[in-house]
């Protein structure tokens, strides 16, 4: 009787040492700069042939360009479930005063069949490939480059800060490091888990599944395993804060004290940590009494208030002061 328990004891140990081992690195990405407003467009086109599937109307990547290289490029990257629509305003309101804008599509993002099987395939290597090559061709359509993401990408475009020496000014919205949950210490174990049992969909809405209120071209339910990933990311992101300094030039991290879906003290870890490094950051954070939620770009949001957000990121994108 003993050998089969102990037989039983070691697969236990050894299944369970497996689930918890923390995850691997995430591969590094490089930007390779275009050398002009041609080739950059040239290689922009590349990119949308990416969108050459069924995709929900209004969610192709887009560029609002001005036909020249302009001061600024700005690159904005749109949050999970989402797709380049969650942009769209803030975007025409950058081209208006003269930027060239990039919008592009998240790998797996914005498909006609929202109820799609696809997100959970997303992996952390795909985002920061797209990213590195979004911002080289940023460089061609200005003299300055301005990333700019939310919750997944707001890491990305802190992964972006931290490693692409093109990006000029990043600005980090309510970034997806890790849930709100208490203790602390769930959510690691939550990411770990997440990356190695089998993926689960669930809905953002239990009561309303596939009748989600808001925008109608996000997903109505996220993938475990993509969650992980961008978890996965938000670590590689956080490791890569404590051994040197960001490369790029300006530093924002806007979170809102209202948020439910992510940790705020994990993006103050993060200013804490480039601080450290000899970086300037700018934090800013949304007051209770704002009502602001963690999607605080897209107009068609459940409790969006684009009208006291948009001024804020708006200046802080231009490197203007902001509205008080």
Known sequence: MRRPLIAVLLLVTVATVWLLMPPPAVQQAAARDA??????????????????????PGCESRALLQGA????????LHGITNCPLQFAALAESLHATGDNVL????????????????????????????VAECVGVARGFGDTVVV???????????????????????????????PPWRPAWLAPLATRLSLRLPNVFVWWDDAK????????????????????EGYRFGGQVMV??????????????????DDRAV???????????????????????????????????????????????????LAAIRGAPLPR
């Open 35 to 56: 050398s002009s407003y041609e080739e950059a467009f040239a290689r922009w086109q590349g990119l949308r042939a990416a969108d050459a599937l069924a995709l929900t």
């Open 69 to 76: 290289r302009a001061p600024r490029a700005v690159l904005l």
């Open 103 to 130: 919008v592009p599509r998240l790998p797996r993002h914005g498909l006609a069949d929202r109820m799609t099987v696809e997100l959970a395939s997303l992996r952390a290597e795909e985002v920061a490939g797209l």
């Open 148 to 178: 700019v993401g939310l919750s997944l990408t707001g890491v990305a475009t802190a992964w972006a800060a931290d490693n692409l020496a093109d990006v000029d000014r990043a600005i980090v919205i309510a970034p997806a490091f890790a």
């Open 209 to 228: 599944e596939e009748r989600l209120e808001g925008p109608r071209q996000c997903y109505p339910r996220f993938s475990t395993r993509a969650m992980g």
């Open 240 to 257: 890569d804060a404590t051994r040197g300094a960001p490369r790029a030039r300006s530093l924002w991290i806007f979170t809102t004290a």
């Open 263 to 313: 940790d705020n003290v994990r993006a103050a870890t993060l200013a804490r940590h480039w601080r450290n490094a000899g970086a300037t950051v700018n934090e800013y954070q949304f007051a209770a009494g704002d009502s602001i939620v963690h999607d605080m770009i897209d107009p068609a949001q459940v409790g969006a208030r684009v009208a006291r957000v948009y001024p804020v990121l």
